[in-house]
C-alpha cells in the first residue's frame, strides 16, 4: 500500500470528520468508541457532499475540490472551538477512559490491530472484482467532464449517466483529483478506509446497544472471519476489496449509533440532524444499507418502548427526533439526485407481464448472467424461487458463502442462538431485549422481502434479490443477536459470583474478550496475489502499450469497466449490466449476444465487428482482468485462422489482433487523470 495515496484518503476524511464530531456533539455525550466512528462517517459525509455540490455545479477539480473541501473542514473546526471546547471533549473521552477502560480496551486493539492488518492489502488482488472498476470509471468520468456527464460511453454506445450512487461517485473524482499515485494504490487506500471505517462504526454500535466490553464481537464476527470458520464471511471479503456498499454501511451505522442514543435519551434534535446528514449520504452512495439499518432501527424503536416506561413521553421525543432525520436525509438524497440529472438506474421491471420490450416468455436478465446463446424461459405465474427454498437460503446466508445446500448443523446453530436470545432476552428484558428483538425482526424482515421479490418478479435479477443483496446482511444481525446473549450470559455468571471476585472476573473477561479480538483481526491476513491476478495487470499493460488510445476493442471477457480504468481503452463489451434500465438493455443485450456469437465463430460474425466499428479484438487467457469470460472454454485459437485479423501481440497471456478498420486517422484520445 502507499504511504502517500492513503494519508491523502485519510487527510480528505478525517481532518473534517473530526472536526464535525467535535463541533456537532457537546462534550461528555460522546463515547470513545463513537468519537473514532463518526471521525470516518461525518468525515466521508463532509468530503462526500462537498464534492457533490462541486459535481452538481460542474466545477468539480483538482484545485477546487481541494479549495473547497479546505474551505469546509476550516469551518467545521471553527465551529468546534465557537460552540464547544476540543479540550472539554478530551477530559470527557479521558475521564470515560479511566473509568470504563476495561469496557473501552478490547475494542480499541482489535480495532488497532484491524487497521494495521488491513496496510498488507495488495492492489493486485482486486483483479478479480467487478463492479468496483465500473464505479471507479464513473467517478473518473465525472472529473473529466468537471462535472456530472449527460452521457457515458459503456457498450460502445451513448447511453443515460446514472446518478443513484452520485454521492459515492463524486467523492470518487475528489479523490481522485487529490491523491498522488495512480489508480490502484488510491483504490487500496479507499479500501482500508471503508474496512477500518466500518468496523470502528460496529465496534461504536455494539458499544451503543449496550454489549459493554463485548461489543467488539459484532465486528470481529462480521469483519474478520477466518476461511475455516461455520460462519459467512461475505462481509470479511467485501472488506478486502473496493465494494462501494461497504462505505454506505460505514455512514448508515454511524446515523444508527446516534439514532440509537436518541433512543436512549442521550443525545437530541441536534443530533438527529447529523444522522440525518449521515444517512443522506448513506443514501446518495449505496441504498441498500440505508434500507436493512432503517428496519433495523424501527424494530428496536418498538421494541424499546414496549420495555421501557413512560412511553408516551418518550414516544413524543422520538417521533421529533426521527422526523428530523428523516426530512434532512429525503432532503440531501432528493436533492442530489435531482439537481444531478441523468438517469436513477431501476426503473421499472415487470412482475408476471415479463420484462418491458421482450417477449413474456424471454428473461434477458438471465441471459445477461449465463454463458447461452439464447435466452433461456421464464415463467409467467407462480413463485421464481419455491418459498421454503428463499426460507433455506435466507438460513444458510448467515454460516455459508455459498447458498447451495442447508447442512443439519445450520438448524441446530439457529437453534442454539434462539435458545440464547430468548434466555438473554427473559434475562435483560429492558438492556437487551430490544437489541435482540430488532435482530431477529430485522432478519425476518429480509427474508420475507425475499419472498415478495421472488413472487413478484419472473425475471431473474428482480426475483432473486433477495438471496443476493439482502440475506447476506444476517450474519450481522446474528452477530448481534448473539454477542448480546453471551453478554446476558456473562453477566449473570458474574452476578451470581461472589461480591469479592465480580471485579477480578470482568477485569479477566475483559481481557480474554481483548486476545480474542486482537487474535480474529490479526490472523484474518487479507488475501494475496494469484498469479491469475497478477497476470490481469499485464494483460492491461500490454493493451495500453499496444492500441491506440481511440481505438474501440472487443475482448473475450466481459468486464465492467476494469479496461476503461486501467488500460484507459474503451471496450465495445465493458459497462454495468443494465437489468433495471428496460430501454439501455433493449440496445445493450444485442451486443452481449453478438459478442458471444463472434467468439465462437469469428469468420461467420465479422458483420458484428464491422456494425460495432470494433478496431482491436482481445483474448485473455489465463488472467483475471475484472469480468467474466464470454465462453467456459477459452477459443483464442481460434483467431489465429481468421485472415482479416493481423497479430499486433501474442504471449500466453493475451493476444491483440487488429481489424482492417484499425488503419483510419487519429479522431480523438482518452486522457487519464
Given at each position: 500500500?502507499?504511504?502517500?495515496?492513503?494519508?491523502?484518503?485519510?487527510?480528505?476524511?478525517?481532518?473534517?470528520?473530526?472536526?464535525?464530531?467535535?463541533?456537532?456533539?457537546?462534550?461528555?455525550?460522546?463515547?470513545?468508541?463513537?468519537?473514532?466512528?463518526?471521525?470516518?462517517?461525518?468525515?466521508y459525509?463532509?468530503?462526500a457532499?462537498?464534492?457533490?455540490?462541486?459535481?452538481?455545479?460542474?466545477?468539480?477539480?483538482?484545485?477546487?475540490?481541494?479549495a473547497a473541501?479546505?474551505?469546509?473542514?476550516?469551518?467545521?473546526?471553527?465551529?468546534?472551538?465557537?460552540?464547544?471546547?476540543?479540550?472539554?471533549?478530551?477530559?470527557?473521552?479521558?475521564?470515560?477512559?479511566?473509568?470504563?477502560?476495561?469496557?473501552?480496551?478490547?475494542?480499541?486493539?482489535?480495532?488497532?490491530?484491524?487497521?494495521?492488518?488491513?496496510?498488507?492489502?495488495?492492489?493486485?488482488?482486486?483483479?478479480?472484482n467487478?463492479?468496483a472498476?465500473?464505479?471507479?470509471?464513473?467517478?473518473?468520468?465525472?472529473?473529466?467532464?468537471?462535472?456530472?456527464?449527460?452521457?457515458?460511453?459503456?457498450?460502445g454506445?451513448?447511453?443515460?449517466t446514472?446518478?443513484?450512487?452520485?454521492?459515492?461517485?463524486?467523492?470518487?473524482?475528489?479523490?481522485?483529483?487529490?491523491?498522488?499515485?495512480?489508480?490502484?494504490?488510491?483504490?487500496?487506500?479507499?479500501?482500508?478506509?471503508?474496512?477500518?471505517?466500518?468496523?470502528?462504526?460496529?465496534?461504536?454500535?455494539?458499544?451503543?446497544?449496550?454489549?459493554?466490553?463485548?461489543?467488539?464481537?459484532?465486528?470481529?464476527?462480521?469483519?474478520?472471519?477466518?476461511?475455516?470458520?461455520?460462519?459467512?464471511?461475505?462481509?470479511?471479503?467485501?472488506?478486502?476489496?473496493?465494494r462501494?456498499?461497504?462505505?454506505?454501511?460505514?455512514?448508515?451505522?454511524?446515523?444508527?449509533?446516534?439514532?440509537?442514543?436518541?433512543?436512549?435519551?442521550?443525545?437530541?434534535?441536534?443530533?438527529?440532524?447529523?444522522?440525518?446528514?449521515?444517512l443522506g449520504?448513506?443514501?446518495?452512495?449505496?441504498?441498500?444499507?440505508?434500507?436493512?439499518?432503517?428496519?433495523?432501527?424501527?424494530?428496536?424503536?418498538?421494541?424499546?418502548?414496549?420495555?421501557?416506561?413512560?412511553?408516551?413521553?418518550?414516544?413524543?421525543?422520538?417521533?421529533?427526533?426521527?422526523?428530523?432525520?428523516?426530512?434532512?436525509?429525503?432532503?440531501?438524497?432528493?436533492?442530489?439526485?435531482?439537481?444531478s440529472?441523468?438517469?436513477?438506474?431501476?426503473?421499472?421491471?415487470?412482475?408476471?407481464g415479463?420484462?418491458?420490450?421482450?417477449?413474456?416468455?424471454?428473461?434477458?436478465?438471465?441471459?445477461?448472467?449465463v454463458?447461452?446463446?439464447?435466452?433461456?424461459?421464464?415463467?409467467?405465474?407462480?413463485?421464481?424461487?419455491?418459498?421454503?427454498?428463499?426460507?433455506?437460503?435466507?438460513?444458510?446466508?448467515?454460516?455459508?458463502?455459498?447458498?447451495?445446500?442447508?447442512?443439519?448443523?445450520?438448524?441446530?446453530?439457529?437453534?442454539?442462538?434462539?435458545l440464547?436470545?430468548?434466555?438473554a432476552?427473559?434475562?435483560?428484558?429492558?438492556?437487551?431485549?430490544?437489541?435482540?428483538?430488532?435482530?431477529?425482526?430485522?432478519?425476518?424482515?429480509?427474508?420475507?422481502?425475499?419472498?415478495?421479490?421472488?413472487?413478484?418478479?419472473?425475471?431473474?435479477?428482480?426475483?432473486?434479490?433477495?438471496?443476493?443483496?439482502?440475506?447476506?446482511?444476517?450474519?450481522?444481525?446474528?452477530?448481534?443477536?448473539?454477542?448480546?446473549a453471551?453478554?446476558?450470559?456473562?453477566?449473570?455468571?458474574?452476578?451470581?459470583?461472589?461480591?469479592?471476585?465480580r471485579?477480578?472476573?470482568?477485569?479477566?473477561?475483559?481481557?480474554?474478550?481483548?486476545?480474542?479480538?486482537?487474535?480474529?483481526?490479526?490472523?484474518?491476513?487479507?488475501?494475496?496475489?494469484?498469479?491469475?491476478?497478477?497476470?490481469?495487470?499485464?494483460?492491461?499493460?500490454?493493451?495500453?502499450?499496444?492500441?491506440?488510445?481511440?481505438?474501440?476493442?472487443?475482448?473475450?471477457?466481459?468486464?465492467?469497466?476494469?479496461?476503461?480504468?486501467?488500460?484507459?481503452?474503451?471496450?465495445?463489451?465493458?459497462?454495468?449490466?443494465?437489468?433495471?434500465?428496460?430501454?439501455?438493455?433493449?440496445?445493450?443485450?444485442?451486443?452481449?449476444?453478438?459478442?458471444?456469437?463472434?467468439?465462437?465463430?469469428?469468420?461467420?460474425?465479422?458483420?458484428?465487428?464491422?456494425?460495432?466499428?470494433?478496431?482491436?479484438?482481445?483474448?485473455?487467457?489465463?488472467?483475471?482482468?475484472?469480468?467474466?469470460?464470454?465462453?467456459?472454454?477459452?477459443?483464442?485459437?481460434?483467431?489465429?485462422?481468421v485472415?482479416?485479423?493481423?497479430?499486433?501481440?501474442?504471449?500466453?497471456?493475451?493476444?491483440?489482433?487488429?481489424?482492417?478498420?484499425?488503419?483510419?486517422?487519429?479522431?480523438?484520445?482518452?486522457?487519464?487523470?
Amino acid at each position: 500500500m502507499s504511504p502517500a495515496s492513503l494519508l491523502a484518503v485519510l487527510a480528505v476524511v478525517l481532518l473534517p470528520g473530526a472536526g464535525a464530531t467535535l463541533a456537532a456533539f457537546r462534550p461528555g455525550t460522546l463515547r470513545i468508541e463513537t468519537a473514532v466512528a463518526l471521525c470516518f462517517g461525518l468525515g466521508y459525509a463532509a468530503a462526500a457532499l462537498t464534492a457533490t455540490v462541486l459535481a452538481i455545479a460542474d466545477v468539480i477539480g483538482r484545485a477546487s475540490f481541494a479549495a473547497a473541501l479546505a474551505a469546509v473542514t476550516i469551518a467545521l473546526w471553527a465551529a468546534a472551538f465557537r460552540w464547544r471546547s476540543p479540550r472539554a471533549h478530551v477530559r470527557a473521552l479521558a475521564a470515560e477512559w479511566r473509568s470504563c477502560r476495561w469496557t473501552v480496551a478490547p475494542g480499541l486493539a482489535g480495532l488497532t490491530v484491524f487497521a494495521l492488518e488491513k496496510l498488507r492489502l495488495e492492489p493486485a488482488s482486486f483483479m478479480s472484482n467487478e463492479a468496483a472498476w465500473r464505479y471507479w470509471g464513473d467517478g473518473t468520468e465525472i472529473l473529466q467532464a468537471g462535472g456530472v456527464p449527460g452521457s457515458t460511453l459503456q457498450w460502445g454506445l451513448h447511453i443515460p449517466t446514472t446518478v443513484s450512487k452520485v454521492v459515492l461517485n463524486s467523492f470518487e473524482a475528489g479523490v481522485i483529483s487529490v491523491a498522488p499515485h495512480g489508480v490502484l494504490p488510491t483504490i487500496t487506500a479507499m479500501v482500508w478506509l471503508g474496512g477500518v471505517g466500518l468496523f470502528a462504526a460496529l465496534l461504536a454500535l455494539g458499544r451503543a446497544l449496550g454489549l459493554r466490553a463485548l461489543s467488539v464481537g459484532v465486528p470481529a464476527l462480521v469483519l474478520a472471519v477466518p476461511v475455516a470458520a461455520p460462519i459467512n464471511s461475505e462481509f470479511t471479503q467485501d472488506a478486502n476489496v473496493y465494494r462501494v456498499e461497504t462505505l454506505g454501511r460505514m455512514a448508515a451505522a454511524c446515523a444508527a449509533v446516534i439514532a440509537i442514543g436518541i433512543v436512549r435519551g442521550r443525545l437530541g434534535l441536534r443530533e438527529a440532524a447529523v444522522a440525518g446528514v449521515l444517512l443522506g449520504a448513506a443514501a446518495g452512495t449505496h441504498l441498500i444499507p440505508v434500507v436493512v439499518f432503517g428496519i433495523f432501527l424501527v424494530s428496536y424503536i418498538a421494541a424499546a418502548l414496549v420495555a421501557g416506561r413512560d412511553r408516551r413521553r418518550r414516544l413524543g421525543r422520538i417521533a421529533r427526533a426521527g422526523g428530523v432525520t428523516a426530512v434532512i436525509t429525503l432532503v440531501i438524497w432528493l436533492a442530489a439526485l435531482g439537481a444531478s440529472g441523468g438517469d436513477l438506474g431501476f426503473q421499472r421491471a415487470r412482475g408476471s407481464g415479463g420484462y418491458p420490450g421482450f417477449p413474456v416468455t424471454l428473461d434477458p436478465t438471465k441471459s445477461f448472467e449465463v454463458i447461452k446463446r439464447t435466452h433461456p424461459k421464464g415463467r409467467r405465474t407462480g413463485w421464481a424461487i419455491p418459498p421454503a427454498r428463499v426460507g433455506e437460503v435466507a438460513l444458510t446466508s448467515v454460516f455459508e458463502d455459498l447458498q447451495i445446500t442447508t447442512p443439519r448443523r445450520d438448524y441446530a446453530a439457529l437453534l442454539l442462538l434462539a435458545l440464547a436470545s430468548a434466555y438473554a432476552a427473559w434475562r435483560r428484558r429492558r438492556t437487551l431485549g430490544p437489541v435482540i428483538f430488532a435482530s431477529w425482526a430485522t432478519g425476518l424482515t429480509l427474508a420475507a422481502l425475499g419472498l415478495y421479490f421472488s413472487h413478484r418478479y419472473r425475471t431473474f435479477v428482480p426475483a432473486t434479490f433477495g438471496p443476493r443483496r439482502l440475506f447476506e446482511y444476517g450474519i450481522l444481525f446474528a452477530a448481534i443477536a448473539g454477542v448480546a446473549a453471551l453478554s446476558a450470559i456473562a453477566r449473570t455468571a458474574v452476578a451470581a459470583a461472589a461480591r469479592g471476585r465480580r471485579h477480578g472476573l470482568r477485569r479477566a473477561g475483559a481481557a480474554a474478550v481483548a486476545v480474542a479480538a486482537v487474535a480474529l483481526a490479526g490472523f484474518t491476513a487479507p488475501p494475496g496475489v494469484s498469479a491469475d491476478e497478477a497476470a490481469g495487470l499485464r494483460v492491461m499493460s500490454a493493451v495500453e502499450r499496444t492500441v491506440p488510445c481511440n481505438a474501440r476493442i472487443l475482448v473475450n471477457v466481459r468486464t465492467a469497466g476494469s479496461f476503461e480504468v486501467l488500460a484507459r481503452r474503451i471496450s465495445v463489451d465493458e459497462g454495468m449490466a443494465p437489468y433495471l434500465r428496460p430501454t439501455v438493455l433493449r440496445r445493450v443485450l444485442p451486443i452481449v449476444l453478438g459478442a458471444h456469437r463472434f467468439f465462437r465463430d469469428p469468420i461467420g460474425n465479422r458483420a458484428f465487428i464491422e456494425n460495432q466499428h470494433v478496431d482491436v479484438v482481445v483474448a485473455v487467457a489465463g488472467a483475471r482482468v475484472g469480468g467474466r469470460a464470454m465462453l467456459k472454454r477459452g477459443r483464442r485459437g481460434v483467431l489465429d485462422d481468421v485472415p482479416w485479423l493481423r497479430p499486433l501481440l501474442v504471449n500466453r497471456e493475451v493476444a491483440i489482433y487488429a481489424t482492417p478498420s484499425l488503419a483510419r486517422p487519429v479522431e480523438s484520445c482518452y486522457k487519464a487523470t
